[in-house]
């Protein structure tokens, strides 16, 4: 009986931690699941492009598992501090080494839920350089949009079209 005692006391703390651990597990999933159908609720209501609700629903995952996975660190006793800093000096130099990328993406996503334009619009877009582009829409993503013109097709990084000046004309 007594070596009973002395395991049950001894394993007392990590059946705690366990069961912490499945607790956030479960509410991390049950989360997750609430979010998804709330963001497809939205997306029914609003008519937001798909390319912004997968965007939306990415970034929302990675902070509710990235919330669950500090929160188990923390169970299991792990003092998640110097993880999370070094994350976050990462992050900060993963964002300047992909700052042209993120900006489109980011202008990507103002060009579909404000649509200044949709396909089929002719549009002129003037950059800095005094070069003009102009030509029919032909795909609007979240990186580029494309101009279809006599000379051809181009991709206009979505950035260009946010900062710069552009002429639309309804289709």
């Not at 997968?54 to 299991?76: C, D, E, N, P, Y």
């Not at 990462?90 to 992909?98: D, E, Q, Y």
Request: proline share 4%; charged share 15%; no cysteine.
């Amino acid at each position: 009986m007594s070596d009973l005692k002395y395991w049950i006391v001894k394993l007392e703390p990590t059946i705690i931690a366990a069961i912490k651990v499945i607790t956030i597990l479960i509410v991390t999933r049950l989360a997750n699941r609430f979010i998804q159908r709330s963001i497809q609720t939205v997306q029914l209501k609003q008519q937001f492009p798909a390319g912004v609700i997968m965007l939306f629903t990415r970034a929302v995952k990675l902070g509710i598992f990235g919330i669950s996975a500090v929160m188990i660190l923390h169970a299991m006793g792990i003092d998640p501090t110097a993880i999370i800093a070094s994350l976050g000096v990462g992050g900060l130099a993963l964002s300047f080494a992909l700052k042209d990328l993120l900006s489109n993406i980011v202008s990507g996503a103002m060009i579909m839920i404000y649509r200044p334009f949709t396909i089929g619009d002719f549009i002129a877009i003037s950059i800095q350089s005094n070069e003009t582009f102009t030509g029919q829409i032909s795909n609007i993503d979240l990186r580029y949009t494309s101009l279809r013109s006599e000379a051809g097709t181009t991709l206009i990084p979505n950035s260009m079209i946010i900062t710069n000046p552009v002429v639309v004309k309804k289709s």
